[in-house]
């Protein structure tokens, strides 16, 4: 039964979430392009993008940078299917940190000066998310009971008024995780503000098409961490976890055309802050409710 | 219990043959068929204990007993003879206080007790002793073709002293040329016996004779290369140490002369965890965080590395650290929410904190190393304080993981270091082509301690459950920090090793065959514990922690009444494939991926060599780019942190024996 539902998952990740990227992309780009006064692409834009870069002759530096990639997406394949199945929370967040290490590896084995450098700044970036993550994995297990995402459906109220507080701490932090400004600093949509063209300086063609999708399914998986603290035991669930989705991710496109790139001590102090800080009152809260205090 | 007479004294009478007989193809000879040995015994007994319950033994023979205070105070009279030496007045006044402490346990205060068990095995007791047998026997193949480099560069180095004509520098250089390689290999085996008497003793008289010896074997191997650095580290290591064994006779008198003498470790836990004998309990966890190298004692291990890499592996891996978390392992049941279990968890969270941090600093390889390791074993001494069943289970298995990953890591780097001449991380940038097996092995090791399909994160993850489960949520911040830091230092040293450049020819060929066996090896060892993470769960863990149950009075109702595994089956199979599947993909492509580039790399300029990264620039003259790691001081240095911490630290320390001396007196 729960092979079956994780390959039925792995179907419709891998082909859904495909597509529901790379429209997100699209609408992206056309709210970006209406926000600075443009009328922007069409929405399927990013889909014609992908479509040429694979139809591009093939450069490369090495055989490995693109191994590196198309495993990271494998990677990224999977642990969205083990999330949509209703699988270990913690368990994807730990996959989606072996596929990050992946993608930072690959740009080490171009020697590229810049990529290197894109590589150091994906690494603080993943530094600076990380804890807000395994934490909100953690937290989601205190409140419900469980680290299987399946739980969220047995749930009598939405996570979110359990804790807040850590959903305000998984906002701040997945402006990283989306490669949105102002911590896009690894590499960004944003050429103006972009060293070379960060990590993926030395990929091109395929390769580059294949970080793009990763991106993409990316965005729908971490977005679905979103939809964790909307869902509970009800039809009406599904409408209010769209609209929240939604919501979230046009609160990022407005942070990411409202910002300005900032430097990786920002970066790295702010969001550390934020954890600490929504952490700690939520461990004084868990701790005050667990003792019975309250 | 006959497997366990000859763990003990095969790698004695080896190191006996050793230390006579200085050829040095006997000596290879005595070293494989020791290690051999050692591997099969362990096997054996393992295959006939494993999957049955706890066994005791009593030896009828008091002889026994003085035999080990007599060897207790060779040693101690051994570091009073260096000590006078050097003028390290610290070691002798704690050497001769040892001793005077010992005579008086074992001659006055012990005299009267008798014990029903001396010897014991169960699950934990087993696999230390497969730790120690096959990843120590590892690393001693490995050094026999390490130390055969390090004594030519030692020569080399001796001759360019002899060279210079000053009469006091070619005495000096006299003194450091000798070839002491048959010493050297002697201790080793000591120290592996030395071991093996501490994982099976329950007589907590011969635990501490066990404990005194890797002391001073310690103490011997760190200034091994008898420079003036080793000498000065190895004073060092010594002195702390042997205040932790202090706390650790300490404690024995005290257990001794009370009113229900207790010299047996399963009386103790039983009597600790029905909350009585606080202060005794104290100190042996302090003796173990001093053993474990924890905050603020880290330093000597730290100063270890200044003696030849295997050491460093023997020392950070199956041996010497791993006995003090296995005596804080030990005592788990007696922790909890009590003043010793918060005294533990906070020293290991400080240090697990602290040491995660400062990494990120270091550029040198076995400094990122030793860091790394002390860093570890708070964590494991912090589970272990946290003392539930589920938060050992974690511990338990980060050691072994420790244990596979930091053996290989070090050996690697040792392997790495003769080639290069360098262990700095900036200098092994292209490893991957200069020496392509090494640095896929060296690949191995790192991803083995940070990420997900390999045991060591998935221990990492048992360990956040068992945290929460407990009501530890202040652990929850030092964890999701301490693994996002982690990450950061293995994550760009890994990616300096697997960097490309195609103009760099091949220097594997000079590495010695016993190196390259000794490193297959523990890449075999470390893939496979981690394949077989549910089996060892399900089989051997699992059931040691239920024996403790059985252990504990009836009356018991605490956390150990129930044992339950915490991470279902399905999540660990899940983890054991993906874990395969990795490695083979890995292990297949990667080796055949190179192939020339149709490209070169950007270097805002005309390139020139895409390898070199040299380019013209706009003045037509020829410029070289280059990208270092960051290391980030400012915020990670030891400058920058060490102090304040260390200061943390010794307060905790101090207000937390204290503590446990008012404890005891109110319950006198």
Known sequence: MTILLFVIALFGFGIGALFLGGLLAGVDRIITARLQGRVGPPLLQPFYDVGKLL??????????????????????????????????????????????LLFIVAAYCTRSPFAEIGAQREIIQVMSYEPMIILMAVFYYSASGSFDVAATVGLDLPLLTQIPLI????????????????????????????????????????????????????????????????????????????????????????????????????????????????????VVVAVITNTGLL | MLPIVFLILVPLAAALLLALVRDERFRSVVVIAAAVALMFAAGYL???????????????????????????????????????????????????????????????????????????????????????????????????????????????HVLSHIHGGDPARVAEAAVLGTDRRHLFFAIMFVFLAAMFMIIFSNNLGWLLAGWELTTVCSFILIGYTRTDEATANSFKAVSINLAG????????????????????????????????????????????????????????????MVAPTPVSALLHSSTMVKAGVFLLIKLAPTFGWGINGVFVVLVGALTFLYCSAVAISQSNAKRVLAYSTVANLGLIACLAGVGTPEAVWAAIFILIFHAAAKALLFCCVGTAEHRLHSRDIEDMDNLFVRMPRLAMLMALGMIAMFIIPFGMLVSKWAALVSVVDSGHFELLIVLGF??????????????????????????????????????????????????????????????YLSGI?????????????????????????????????????????????????????????????????????????????????WYMEQ??????????????????????????LIVEANVL
């Not at chain 2, 956390?559 to 890995?586: E, K, R, T």
């Not at chain 2, 920058?640 to 320390?653: G, I, M, P, Y």
């Open chain 1, 55 to 100: 139809a591009k002759e093939d450069r490369w530096l090495n055989g490995f940078e693109s191994f590196y990639i198309f495993l990271a997406l494998i990677i990224v394949i999977l642990s969205g299917a083990f999330f949509f199945s209703g699988g270990n929370l913690l368990m994807v967040v730990f996959l989606i940190g072996l596929a990050s």
């Open chain 1, 167 to 282: 959903f305000i701490g998984l906002l701040f932090v997945l402006t990283t995780k989306l490669r949105k400004s102002p911590f896009d600093l690894s590499f960004s949509h944003h050429a103006h503000q972009e060293l070379v063209k960060g990590v993926t300086t030395e990929m091109s063609g395929k390769t580059l098409a294949l970080v793009e999708i990763m991106h993409w399914y990316e965005s729908v998986l971490f977005l679905g961490y979103v939809a964790l603290f909307f869902v509970w035991g009800s039809l009406w669930a599904v409408l209010v976890a769209l609209v929240a989705v939604a919501l979230v991710y046009f609160l990022e496109i407005i942070i990411d055309n409202s910002f300005a790139r900032v430097k990786w001590q920002a970066m790295l102090s702010w969001s550390w802050l934020v954890t600490l800080l929504v952490v700690s009152v939520s």
């Open chain 2, 46 to 156: 393992a295959t006939t204990g494993l999957f049955s319950p706890t066994q005791f033994f009593k030896v009828n023979a008091e002889a026994i007993n003085y035999i080990l205070l007599v060897m207790d105070l060779i040693c101690c009279g051994y570091i009073v003879y260096r000590g006078v030496r050097h003028k390290h007045s610290l070691s002798v006044f704690l050497a001769g206080v040892q001793a005077a402490l010992l005579v008086l346990f074992e001659l006055v205060v012990a005299q009267d007790v008798h014990t029903i068990s001396d010897i014991y095995v169960d699950q934990l007791s087993l696999i230390m002793a497969l730790i120690i047998a096959f990843i120590g026997g590892g690393i001693c193949i490995y050094a026999l073709g390490y130390m055969r480099d390090a004594q030519s560069h030692q020569k080399r």
């Open chain 2, 245 to 304: 064994g202090l706390a650790f006779c300490t404690a024995l008198i005290l257990l001794a002369s009370g009113e229900n003498p207790i010299l047996e470790l399963d009386k103790l836990i039983v009597a600790g965890a029905g909350g009585s004998v606080v202060l005794p309990i104290a100190l042996l966890a302090f003796a173990g965080l001093t053993k474990a190298a924890q905050m603020p004692f880290q330093s000597w291990l730290l100063g270890a």
């Open chain 2, 482 to 543: 301490g693994s996002a830091m982690t990450f950061v230092f293995w994550a760009k040293w890994l990616g300096k090793v697997l960097a490309i450049a195609s103009n760099q020819s091949s220097l594997e060929q000079s590495i010695h065959k016993s190196e390259r066996f000794g490193l297959g090896f523990l890449a075999v060892l470390l893939v496979v514990t981690s394949a077989l993470l549910p089996l060892i769960s399900a089989y051997v863990v699992v059931p």
């Open chain 2, 549 to 629: 149950t059985q252990l504990l009075p009836s009356g018991y109702t605490g956390v150990w009444a129930d044992v339950s595994p915490q991470l279902s089956m399905d999540n660990l199979l899940i983890m054991a494939i993906v874990l395969i599947a990795l490695v083979a993909v890995l292990a297949i492509r990667l080796p055949r991926l190179a192939k020339q580039g149709n490209d070169s790399v950007y270097l805002s300029g005309v390139g020139q060599d895409s390898d070199e990264r040299s380019f013209t620039n706009a003045f037509s003259q020829t410029s070289l780019a280059s990208q270092r790691n």
């Open chain 2, 635 to 660: 915020i990670f240095g030891e400058k920058v942190l060490e102090f304040r911490s260390n200061l943390l630290a010794s307060v905790v320390l101090g207000a937390f024996l204290v503590l446990a």
